[in-house]
C-alpha cells in the first residue's frame, strides 16, 4: 500500500526545479569530459571543436611513441609501489592510533594527516631538498617513495575509519578460541575491514598516478605520464593530449567501478 502511494505520488514544482538543478550540475562536471572524448577521435592536425571528421589516429600516435609509453609505465610502476606502501604503512598507523593508548598518539595523529593539509607545492620543495643530498632524483623509487608519504593520510582515514566501526568482540572471541593475535587480525579484522582497505588503496593508485607537482620536481629528465602530458601542453600540444586524458579517465572509471564493487558497499568476508 505505501509503495502504491509512493508511485502515484505527484511531482511538485519543486521537485522539478531539484532535478533541473541536479541535471545542470551534472552536464556541467561530465561536459569537459565528453568534449575531450569527441576530440581524442578528431581527424584535424591541431585541437579544434567541434571535431573534423572521425579518425584512430591520436590513439595510435600514443601506442606508437615510445616516449609516451614509457611514461605510462612509469607512472604505473609508481602507483603500484606507493599504493602498496602507502597501504601497509597506513593500515599499521591507522591500527596505532585507533587502539593505541600512548603518551602522544593525539600528536601522532596530527602528524599523520599532516600531508593531507600541506601545500603540493611546500612538501614536494622540503622533499627535493632531502633527496638531492641523497641523490636519489631522477629514480622512479624516490618518486613512490614521495608519494608514499603524500597519500599515507587517505589510508589512515579510511581505515581508521572503518576500524572504528569494527565489533571488537568478534577479534576478542577468536583470541579465546585459541587463535593469535596476529591470526585474529588477519583472519578477523581485515576480512572484515575490506571494503576500507580496497577503497584507500585505490584512492592512493589514482592519487599517485595523477600527481604531477612531486614528480616534475623529484623525477629529473624521466617523466610520469601527468609530466608527459604537463610538457606536451606547454611545447607541442595536439591531439594526442586528449586520447590520453580519455584514457586516464577510463582508468578512474575502472576503478571506481572495482571499488564500488568490492569496496565501499561490499558485504565483507564472514
Not at 541536479?22 to 567541434?50: D, E, G, K, Q
Not at 568478534?170 to 580496497?198: D, S
Request: charged residues 10%; aromatic residues 10%.
Amino acid at each position: 500500500m505505501h509503495a502504491a502511494a509512493r508511485r502515484t505520488r505527484p511531482i511538485t514544482p519543486w521537485n522539478l526545479a531539484l532535478y533541473a538543478y541536479c541535471t545542470l550540475i551534472f552536464a556541467f562536471l561530465t561536459l569537459p569530459m565528453v568534449i575531450v572524448a569527441l576530440l581524442s577521435f578528431s581527424a584535424a592536425p591541431y585541437l579544434v571543436f567541434p571535431p573534423q571528421g572521425f579518425s584512430l589516429r591520436w590513439y595510435t600516435a600514443y601506442f606508437a611513441d615510445s616516449i609516451w609509453i614509457d611514461a605510462t609505465i612509469r607512472s604505473v610502476k609508481v602507483a603500484l609501489a606507493a599504493t602498496a606502501g602507502a597501504t601497509v604503512l597506513g593500515t599499521l598507523l591507522a591500527f596505532s592510533l585507533v587502539r593505541g593508548r600512548y603518551p602522544g598518539r593525539v600528536v601522532v595523529d596530527q602528524l599523520a594527516l599532516a600531508p593531507l593539509i600541506m601545500p603540493s607545492i611546500v612538501y614536494s620543495v622540503a622533499i627535493y631538498s632531502l633527496f638531492a643530498h641523497l641523490k636519489l632524483i631522477g629514480l622512479w623509487q624516490a618518486i613512490a617513495l614521495a608519494h608514499t608519504v603524500h597519500t599515507l593520510p587517505f589510508v589512515v582515514l579510511i581505515v581508521g575509519a572503518g576500524l572504528r566501526t569494527f565489533d571488537l568482540a568478534q577479534e576478542q572471541a577468536a583470541v579465546g578460541l585459541g587463535a593469535t593475535r596476529f591470526q585474529a587480525i588477519t583472519k578477523v579484522t581485515l576480512p572484515q575491514i575490506r571494503p576500507a582497505l580496497i577503497s584507500a588503496a585505490f584512492l592512493v593508485f589514482i592519487s599517485s598516478f595523477d600527481e604531477l607537482v612531486i614528480a616534475m620536481f623529484i623525477g629529473g629528465s624521466r617523466m610520469t605520464l601527468p609530466k608527459k602530458m604537463f610538457d606536451n601542453i606547454m611545447n607541442d600540444i595536439d591531439p594526442t593530449i586528449a586520447a590520453v586524458s580519455v584514457l586516464q579517465i577510463a582508468l578512474v572509471i575502472i576503478a571506481l567501478a572495482i571499488t564500488s564493487r568490492f569496496g565501499v558497499g561490499a558485504k565483507p568476508i564472514a
